[in-house]
């Protein structure tokens, strides 16, 4: 089972990227704390929160939830899938 994140990089491109953590060696909380909040100011001067994860900086950072290793979804389209498929229930 993994931990799954979806987060946005630092940039104009607003590039989505998927992350997930091993639920054998992380609890969800333990996953959550990896993502290290940051203060830093725009070129306009403007102050955010961002997160730094393993040396990549990032506008926001969601957790999706804990998925069996084979149904971990690499896209928005598939999270949708799951969810409806696991939800409809």
Known sequence: M???F???KLGWEKEKEGI???SD???AQEAKDEFKPYEGTTQR???YTGYEYDGQKYHDVTYLGEFED???PHN???L???RLRHFKK
């Open 2 to 4: 993994k931990h799954v």
């Open 6 to 8: 979806k987060a946005t």
């Open 20 to 22: 997930w953590f091993d």
């Open 25 to 27: 060696d992380y609890t």
């Open 45 to 47: 001067g403007y102050s």
């Open 70 to 72: 084979d149904e971990v």
């Open 76 to 78: 928005d389209l598939e």
């Open 80 to 82: 949708l899938d799951y």
